[in-house]
């Protein structure tokens, strides 16, 4: 069955967190029809105004809010206004539609978990948002448990995620509970992304620019290799936490991501190493040791050999600092 999804847009909305999730859901209608099956999800654009502005002055059309949602799912994105205080907020009409959804599946993306969180309808739930914003999200709302680091968080049939482009990952991540992995991955191809970063994912993290397994219990491994890319992870404990001889194990992983264990390990490593290295002023032994590679002269062969250059004039090219 098409699902309908309402997306809900407010004057000063992040146009990206409504973009992002649009096209996500927007490509498995197409990858859907395009393989003679029916479109995945019913779009919509809702807004508290006929055309609204987003805090970056682009300016969408969009439907009346109408009835509140009482199923599919329903979209609230963020913006800069969405976190403002309960006394002084220009959203009390948003807020108050909200209170009386009632949608199958919830997804809130950035900070529109405040939106969401004032309506009641994140109560008791595990959540994330923007990490300049988790702090203030858990100090207001104490009735949530708020995880200051994910990309995005699934808690029930609530979906929330934090900065901006974590967005278009969580949208991925519906795509893929929905309508398996595969779909998710095409997706990801068309949008030149590379699917998808796990939502456990630190948001500081560099994105893992490497294939995402479909066989869960690879998947798991992933998983945990992205979770803590310092840590050993050799293959014969990897393998018998899933009760798999060692070569068994290897040639799943090898099928499933195309990588062998120590590639896919080296390469996450790498990124780990690039992202300490342009996003902090940490020594180069300590951003060795964080990212796995042990000494800051494992490093820099590794940098020598993959990136020919060294890890210093990475950093001063890149340094956001």
């Not at 936490?241 to 996450?268: C, D, I, K, N």
Request: with cysteine; net charge neutral; aromatic share 6%.
């Amino acid at each position: 069955m098409v699902e309908r999804v309402t997306v809900v847009a407010f004057g000063g909305v992040q146009s990206l967190d409504v973009a992002g999730p649009w096209e996500v859901l927007a490509g498995a209608n197409r990858y859907r029809t395009a393989h003679g099956d029916e479109r995945a999800y019913d779009l919509r654009l809702v807004g508290t105004e006929a055309e609204v502005a987003s805090e970056s002055g682009l300016v969408m059309v969009a439907g009346a809010l109408g009835e509140p949602v009482s199923s599919g799912t329903l979209v609230v994105p963020g913006g800069r206004t969405a976190a403002a205080g309960d006394e002084h907020d220009e959203h009390d009409d948003l807020v108050a539609w909200l209170r009386g959804c009632r949608p199958t599946r919830l997804v809130s993306i950035c900070s529109g978990a405040f939106l969401c969180a004032r309506a009641g309808l994140l109560s008791g739930r595990r959540v994330a948002t923007h990490w300049s914003l988790s702090q203030e999200l858990a100090r207001r709302f104490s009735d949530l448990t708020v995880d200051h680091d994910a990309l995005y968080v699934h808690d029930g049939p609530v979906w929330t995620s934090g900065g901006v482009t974590s967005g278009i990952d969580l949208a991925l991540a519906v795509v893929a509970a929905d309508h398996g992995a595969r779909v998710a991955q095409e997706i990801a191809r068309w949008l030149v992304m590379f699917l998808h970063r796990p939502g456990q994912q630190a948001q500081f993290s560099g994105p893992v620019w490497l294939e995402r397994a479909t066989d869960r219990r690879v998947a798991a491994v992933q998983r945990a290799i992205d979770a803590d890319p310092a840590a050993t992870h050799r293959v014969d404990d990897l393998a018998a936490q899933l009760a798999m001889s060692p070569r068994h194990f290897q040639r799943l992983f090898a099928r499933e991501t195309g990588l062998t264990v120590g590639r896919y390990r080296t390469e996450l490593r790498l990124e780990t190493a690039k992202r300490l290295l342009v996003q902090s002023d940490l020594a180069l032994d300590v951003v060795a040791v964080r990212a796995g590679f042990g000494s800051a002269e494992s490093l820099r062969r590794v940098f020598g050999e993959r990136l020919g250059t060294t890890p210093g004039a990475f950093r001063a090219r890149f340094s956001t600092l």
